[in-house]
C-alpha cells in the first residue's frame, strides 16, 4: 500500500501520454494527406520567422490589449510548465516538492509561479467577458455558432480551474509548513496563496493535508485531460504554432506560386517540335488535377495551416470582402477545410486504413462558389493572422479548380479571359481599334 500512490499516478501518466501520442499520430497522418511540396529553402528566415512570430509573439501586440493578455496566458503556460515537472518527479518517486533544495532560486520560482497563475486567471476572466459579456463582433460570425464558441470558452473554464487548483494546492501546503507537518519541510515563496491561507485556519492536519493532495490529484489530472483534449480544439495552436511559423509563407504575399502542371502545358504550346495530338505513352503519370476540390489537393502546409487555426477571427476582421458585407470569412475558410479533414481522418480509420468515398467534397459541401469568387486576393488575411496562416493560397488553388477543370469562373471572367485570348487585352476591342478614343471630340 505504501506505493499505490505512485503506481497509481505512473498508470494515470503512461494513460495520459499514451493517448496523446496516439492522437499525435492520427495528427501526423491527417497532414501528410496533403501534397508533398518543397519548404526546405531559406532556413535562417524560417528559423527567425518562427522565433519572432511563434516565440516571440510579435503578431500577437499588434493588437494591444487582446496581444498582452495573451502574453501573460503563454508566459504562464510555458513557465508553469516547470511546476508540471516537478509535479510528475513527485508523483513517480513519491517526493514531495523535489526541487525544493534549490533554496532561494526555488522561491522566486513559485513566487513567480503564483504570480503569473494569479495575472492568467485576471486575462481568462477578461477574455470570457469579451466574449460573452461585451460580444466582440469578430467572436460573433455565423462560423463561431456551437461547437466554437463552446470550445473558446471551455478552454477559458480549464485554464481557470486548473490555476485555482494550483493556488489551493499551494495554500493548504503553506499552512500544513507552518503547522510543521510531516513530509512537508519549508520550502517556496506563497506571494498569493498566502492570502487564501487564512480559510485553512483551524483545520487539522488530516483535513488540510486531504485538501492539498485532492488539489494535487485534479490538477496534475486536469492537466493531463487539457493535453488530450487539445486534438479536438483550436488550441492545438499551442503545438503547432512553432511547426506553422516555421513553413509558413516567405514570399513576398502578393508572389502567387505557379501550377507546375501549367507550366508544363505552356512549355508544350511553346515547343514547335511538340505534337500537340500525340498520346500520351503508356507509363505516363495520370495528368495531375488542375487547383483542388478536396482536402487531398492541397499541400500539407496548408493542411497544417488549416489544424493551426486559433479562430481568433483577425483574418475575418480585417477583410474587406466581409466588412462589406460579401460571404467570404478566411476564418471559416481554414475552419471548413480542418472540419473536411478531420471528417476525411474519420473515414480512414472506420476504414482500417483506407478511404472510402463518401460524396463529399471540400468545394461545394464545404466551401460555396460564392465565398471564393468574393475574395479580392488581397492578402490582408494573411498578413492578420498571428500564426502565419494563408487562407487566400486555398482559395486560390480552389479557383484555379473551378476555372480549368469545371470552367466554372463567373461570366465577367470567363468575358475577360475570351478577350485576353482573342485581343490580347481585358477589354472587348481590337488592337486596332484602341486608340480610336484619341480621335473622339
Keep these: 500500500m505504501e506505493y499505490l500512490p505512485q503506481v497509481l499516478f505512473s498508470i494515470l501518466l503512461l494513460v495520459g501520454i499514451g493517448y496523446f501520442a496516439r492522437n499525435v499520430k492520427k495528427l501526423s497522418r491527417n497532414i501528410k494527406l496533403g501534397k508533398d511540396v518543397d519548404v526546405s529553402d531559406n532556413k535562417p528566415q524560417r528559423w527567425t520567422n518562427m522565433a519572432k512570430i511563434a516565440l516571440g509573439q510579435t503578431k500577437m501586440v499588434v493588437r494591444p490589449i487582446a496581444g498582452f493578455l495573451h502574453v501573460i496566458v503563454y508566459v504562464g503556460f510555458v513557465i508553469i510548465n516547470i511546476e508540471v515537472l516537478e509535479i510528475i518527479i513527485d508523483g513517480i518517486f513519491g517526493t514531495h516538492r523535489i526541487f525544493a533544495p534549490l533554496g532561494a532560486l526555488y522561491n522566486v520560482l513559485i513566487g513567480s509561479f503564483e ?8 486575462a481568462v476572466v477578461i477574455f470570457w467577458l469579451r466574449r460573452n459579456v461585451i460580444r ?71 483535513t488540510l493535508t486531504a485538501i492539498e493532495r485532492s488539489a494535487w490529484w485534479l490538477h496534475i489530472t486536469g492537466i493531463l485531460l487539457f493535453l488530450n483534449y487539445l486534438y479536438y480544439s483550436k488550441h492545438l495552436h499551442i503545438l503547432l504554432a512553432f511547426p506553422n511559423t516555421y513553413y509558413g509563407k516567405i514570399k513576398p504575399k502578393g508572389q502567387l506560386p505557379n501550377l ?56 475575418t476582421s480585417e477583410c474587406p470582402a466581409n466588412i462589406t458585407g460579401k460571404k467570404l470569412s478566411p476564418r471559416k475558410i481554414m475552419m471548413d477545410t480542418r472540419d473536411r479533414l478531420v471528417e476525411v481522418g474519420k473515414n480512414i480509420d472506420a476504414n482500417k486504413g483506407e478511404f472510402v468515398a463518401d460524396g463529399k467534397q471540400l468545394l461545394g459541401d464545404y466551401i460555396t462558389h460564392e465565398e471564393l469568387w468574393a475574395c479580392t486576393s488581397c492578402n490582408a488575411c494573411v498578413e492578420a ?57
Design 115 to 122: 504570480i503569473l497563475a494569479f495575472l492568467v486567471i485576471v
Design 385 to 441: 493572422c498571428p500564426v502565419s496562416i494563408d487562407p487566400l493560397s486555398i482559395i486560390m488553388n480552389m479557383r484555379q479548380y473551378l476555372v480549368m477543370e469545371q470552367s466554372a469562373a463567373p461570366s465577367d471572367l470567363n468575358n475577360m479571359m475570351g478577350n485576353i485570348e482573342n485581343n490580347g487585352a481585358p477589354w472587348p476591342f481590337n488592337q486596332q481599334d484602341r486608340l480610336n478614343w484619341s480621335n473622339e471630340s
Design 260 to 315: 507546375e502542371a501549367v507550366t508544363q502545358e505552356v512549355k508544350l504550346m511553346m515547343d514547335p517540335s511538340a505534337d500537340p495530338f500525340a498520346a500520351p505513352a503508356e507509363d505516363a503519370p495520370i495528368p495531375e488535377k488542375f487547383g483542388a476540390s478536396d482536402v487531398t489537393d492541397l499541400s500539407w502546409v496548408q493542411l497544417l495551416n488549416a489544424y493551426t487555426c486559433t479562430e481568433c477571427g483577425r483574418c
Design 136 to 206: 466582440i463582433k469578430r467572436f460573433l460570425n455565423p462560423e463561431m455558432e456551437g461547437w466554437p464558441k463552446t470550445d473558446g470558452n471551455l478552454i477559458l473554464y480549464i485554464e481557470l480551474v486548473l490555476m485555482l487548483l494550483f493556488l489551493t494546492m499551494n495554500a493548504a501546503d503553506f499552512q500544513l509548513q507552518a503547522l510543521n507537518a510531516d513530509h512537508y519541510t519549508k520550502a517556496g515563496a506563497f506571494p498569493v496563496s498566502q492570502f487564501i491561507a487564512p480559510i485553512f485556519e483551524g483545520m487539522s492536519i488530516g
